[in-house]
């Protein structure tokens, strides 16, 4: 299968696509909220990238870049990735189009967070992923797995 990455435009056609995927949780309201709110122009700036097949959106992600001056999980301070909502449906699961999303992700060079679904983290582990230890992620609620780039230090908060 060919498989391309592509920005995804902020429009009512992305958000009819949208609603083909199944609704998990805070992380699917934001993602459609986020959407819905960016609407008024069809090539604002999106942090949503997906890959077609056939004309159908068959897998997506959020892809948000959080400047050095936010960050809560590296030390040093630096600019990272915050991969939200990575899904591919249900029929086009088990093609790598999960990992070719991933790859482009990691195409950018920064480091990288995200924050697995329930049993998704061997899937994130088997890509390079591993979690963060340390209290602090915890008190916020999360249980984040982070990738680096080659080169970077691998120094977390």
């Known amino acids: 299968m060919d498989v391309k990455v592509e920005k995804l435009r902020v429009n ?3 958000l009819e696509e949208f609603k083909k995927f199944k609704e998990y949780g805070l992380q699917e ?3 459609v909220e986020d959407l819905e709110t960016n609407i008024t122009e069809n090539d ?7 890959i077609y097949f056939a004309d159908k959106l068959v897998a997506r992600m959020s892809l948000y870049q959080v400047e050095a001056k936010y960050n809560r999980y590296f030390t040093p301070p630096k600019d990272y990735l915050e ?4 899904e591919v449906l249900s029929d086009y699961q088990g093609k790598g189009l ?7 992700a990691k195409s950018f060079g920064l480091p990288i ?4 679904r329930v049993k ?3 899937f994130w582990e088997k890509i390079g992923f591993y979690p963060v230890r340390y209290e602090t992620s915890r008190d916020l609620g999360e249980n984040p797995l982070i990738w680096f780039p080659t080169g970077f230090e691998e120094k977390i908060v």
Do not use: C, D, I
């Open 12 to 14: 009512y056609k992305t």
């Open 29 to 31: 309201l934001s993602m």
């Open 44 to 50: 604002s700036a999106s942090p949503f990238y997906g």
């Open 83 to 86: 991969l939200w909502k990575l």
């Open 98 to 104: 999960g990992t070719a999303l991933v790859q482009f």
């Open 113 to 116: 967070k995200t924050n697995p």
């Open 120 to 122: 998704s983290k061997e």
